[in-house]
Nanobody, 117 residues
Framework: QVQLVESGGGLVQAGGSLRLSCAAS????????MGWYRQAPGKQRELVAV???????TYADSVKERFTISRDNAKNTVYLQMNSLKPEDTAVYYC???????????WGQGTQVTVSS
């Protein structure tokens, strides 16, 4: 089992920045990919950014050049640095840790990010 605890959400004005954190505990050795997803009201949950154990990253087109995913292995924590935030970035952001074939798949409780215009 892996437990994920997110923090760092909040209210920010357009153009501002926030950093989300996702602290993991438990059977971390099971995990190959660590990612951030988001879900806006009335919309499907979507991928924001993913970082694999090997260091490769994937970003949604809508956040490229604005968001950066990173990790601190010593703290078992993954971060999402969000810059130049837009109102359309408003959503609940979820941390996800998964194994290679998703036989182990864990989600955090979500943290609200609200960007005002």
């Amino acid at each position: 089992q892996v437990q994920l605890v997110e923090s760092g959400g909040g209210l920010v004005q357009a153009g501002g920045s926030l950093r989300l954190s996702c602290a993991a505990s438990g059977s971390i050795f099971l995990i190959n990919a660590m990612g951030w997803y988001r879900q806006a009201p009335g919309k499907q949950r979507e991928l924001v950014a993913v970082l694999t154990k090997s260091g490769s990253t994937t970003y949604a087109d809508s956040v490229k050049e604005r968001f950066t995913i990173s990790r601190d292995n010593a703290k078992n924590t993954v971060y999402l640095q969000m810059n130049s935030l837009k109102p359309e970035d408003t959503a609940v952001y979820y941390c996800r840790h998964s194994s290679t074939y998703y036989q182990y798949d864990y989600w955090g409780q979500g943290t609200q990010v609200t960007v005002s215009s």
